[in-house]
């Protein structure tokens, strides 16, 4: 049905075997692929009407939209009056005892500059549906012509001299009286240059089960525009644009949504999109729920790998903000405003960096201290010390969002709820721009926390959710872009055995190959301690040493970091040196906390 013809100022677009003008079904479908034309590869069908269908030929007729009316022989021949100039200046009285002289005629035009007044008889519909429209554009009926088309909605042509279609005053008012004279999925086009509106039946726009990611997007992945899905088709459209993050003008994207909802598949696309394109990787999540970004490990940064436990998470926190301050100095001497500015040799030294951090409230926000427990009793004494980490890594999250971004260091924070209490402080959401609400069924109460404008921003609709295909979709909103329903891409192959993940480490692979490891990232303990020193009063209450992150134990670290047989003598050496960081690290934390009031 894409081969189109031009016969003089018409145009032709073949129909499709065994087409059928009087199924209403064939008619919707035929008006869904012009209207995709028209978004894509023809967007001067948005100037032409359909005229007609011939089924001889096997063509759709479109005809300039400012031309023609209706299907010739479609109305009676029209009646014409000539009236002297008063009367014709005096338009509502003179229409008022035409009509009244003519019983089952309306008057649809009067001529001021030909003192001419044309009738035409219409019936019930055509006149509800022309009183409906010129109440809206506040015109008076005859300065509203309303015509049927073939594919059963209708054609309102709005006298120039009375009126100017404007879209911002006129659209929201028009679609209302669509949905009135029509059904569920009619819509509108607005064409102002012609001053017509096109009605047309339709289906409510929905998604299809599955949104693959396009081939320009695996093939030639783009390392500023991280996409992530597609946004849910206008009316009368089968497809909607592809929605992606600006990573240069929007650096710190929030996702929220409950479990299950398709969190972990929006996150791995926009992560696929940042690796293949080139950029550096970093992982922060709960040591339960690290399996989610196992397909992409082998590709993470050293000491980027934050998902063996509370220490790892705060350790690759303050590694991150090392880098950034390693960054700064570089954009200074090179006397630039941001990593953006860089020579691209000095940008490939340090690339975009990707944080991605899930499951924010297991790992930064600080457990209640019991009260009333004896100093020594080592559910107090874990507490404290879980208290010091989390509080550690919730400070680095709120350093990052404020002055990373500049630095070339990008964000993603991820957590079921966007509250304070789930580690997102508001000054963390502030430096979070892109917001998407992950979810067909979402508490309005996490709209409200994470949207700019969730009173006026849409839901994922009914009609999406009662097909089961609300799998995946959300609330989109990104600087730049208009904030609407989306539904993030995935992709399976049961018949190998392959899921989202698996095919996007596999399309990795042939992007970026790399040694398969499965260890990189991972963080050593002496490490650990030297990045987050309260690290080293881990506590141990088994006698057998502090464990490693990779499970074997630690030589020589006790109850306060010393061996348990030691642990009555005095610390020396080192091991006083690490115990004094600990306690002013303790001591650091608890001044930041109280200064950001948190």
Same mark, same amino acid.
């Given at each position: 049905m894409t081969d189109t013809t031009h016969d003089g100022g018409f145009k032709k677009i073949r129909l499709p075997h065994g087409f059928d003008p009087t199924n209403e079904q064939h008619m919707k479908k035929l008006t869904?692929? *012009?209207? #995709?034309?028209?978004?894509?590869?023809m967007p001067e069908l948005s100037d032409y009407s359909l005229y007609s269908i011939d089924e001889q030929s096997g063509y759709a007729i479109y005809a300039p939209i400012d031309q023609v009316d209706a299907v010739a022989g479609s109305t009676p021949e029209p009646r014409y009056f000539t009236v002297d100039a008063g009367r014709a200046a005096n338009q509502k009285r003179t229409a008022q005892e035409y009509e009244q002289n003519n019983p089952g005629w309306f008057v649809v035009d009067i001529n001021m500059v030909q003192r001419l007044v044309t009738m035409e008889q219409l019936d019930e519909k055509t006149l509800t549906v022309r009183r409906l429209f010129a109440d809206v554009l506040k015109v008076d009926p005859w300065k509203v012509r309303v015509t049927r088309t073939p594919e059963g909605g209708w054609k309102i042509r709005i006298n120039k001299t009375a009126r100017t279609y404007v879209a911002s005053k006129y659209d929201k008012a028009v679609q209302e009286a669509v949905d009135t004279i029509g059904a569920p999925g009619w819509f509108f086009k607005a064409n102002p240059k012609a001053n017509v509106i096109m009605v047309y039946p339709g289906e409510l726009p929905t998604f299809p089960k599955a949104i693959p990611m396009p081939r320009t997007v695996v093939e030639h992945p783009n390392l500023r525009h991280g996409y992530y899905g597609m946004r849910l088709p206008d009316k009368g459209r089968k497809t909607g644009d592809m929605l992606y993050n600006d990573w240069k003008d929007s650096p710190g994207v929030l996702v929220a949504g409950a479990s299950n909802g398709g969190k972990s598949v929006l996150i791995n696309s926009l992560v696929y999109g940042f690796v293949a394109g080139g950029g550096m990787l970093a992982v922060v999540d709960e040591k339960g729920k690290s399996a989610d970004f196992q397909w992409v490990r082998p590709w993470v940064m050293d000491k980027g790998w934050g998902c063996d436990g509370l220490e790892s998470s705060a350790a690759v926190l303050r590694n991150i903000l090392r880098i950034c301050d390693e960054r700064a100095r570089i954009i200074n001497d090179a006397g630039k405003m941001n990593w953006w500015g860089l020579p691209d040799d000095v940008k490939r030294d340090n690339p975009l960096l990707l944080l991605v951090c899930d499951e924010i409230s297991q790992w930064a926000v600080a457990p209640k201290v019991p009260m009333g427990l004896d100093k020594d009793n080592p559910d107090l004494i874990e507490a404290k010390y879980e208290n010091a980490i989390c509080s550690s890594s919730y400070i680095s999250l709120l350093k990052i969002s404020q002055k990373a971004r500049f630095a070339g260091i990008c964000f993603l924070y991820a957590a079921q709820s966007a509250t304070q209490q789930a580690g997102l402080d508001p000054k963390v959401r502030l430096n979070l721009t892109?917001?998407?609400?992950?979810? !067909?069924?979402?508490?309005?109460?996490?709209?409200? @926390? *994470?949207? @700019? =404008?969730?009173?006026?921003?849409?839901? *994922?609709?009914? @009609?999406?959710?009662?097909?089961?295909?609300?799998?995946?979709?959300? *609330?989109? #909103?990104?600087?730049?872009? #208009?904030?609407?329903?989306?539904?993030?891409?995935? #992709?399976?192959?049961?018949?190998?055995?392959?899921?989202?993940? +698996?095919?996007?480490?596999?399309r990795l692979e042939r992007e970026r190959p790399t040694v398969m490891d499965m260890s990189r990232g991972a963080i050593a303990w002496q490490d650990v301690v030297a990045l987050?020193?309260?690290?080293? =009063?881990?506590? +141990?209450?088994? %006698?057998?040493?502090? !464990?490693?992150?990779?499970?074997?134990?630690? !030589?020589?670290?006790?109850?306060? %970091?010393? =061996?348990? /047989? =030691?642990?009555?003598?005095?610390?020396?050496? /080192?091991?006083?040196?690490?115990?004094?960081?600990?306690?002013?690290? /303790?001591?650091r934390t608890a001044r930041e906390l109280e200064r950001d009031g948190i």
């Open positions: 869904m692929q *012009v209207q #995709e034309l028209a978004a894509s590869r892109t917001k998407l609400v992950i979810g !067909e069924k979402v508490q309005e109460s996490i709209y409200d @926390n *994470v949207l @700019n =404008d969730a009173k006026h921003s849409p839901r *994922v609709p009914q @009609n999406v959710i009662k097909e089961g295909v609300g799998k995946g979709c959300g *609330v989109s #909103e990104t600087p730049g872009q #208009e904030t609407c329903v989306f539904k993030s891409f995935y #992709e399976d192959d049961p018949a190998h055995g392959l899921e989202w993940a +698996d095919i996007l480490r596999e987050v020193p309260a690290a080293a =009063d881990k506590p +141990d209450f088994s %006698g057998d040493g502090v !464990e490693s992150l990779d499970g074997s134990p630690v !030589e020589g670290f006790g109850v306060d %970091g010393r =061996d348990v /047989a =030691d642990r009555d003598a005095p610390l020396k050496g /080192a091991a006083a040196a690490a115990h004094v960081s600990a306690l002013e690290l /303790a001591r």
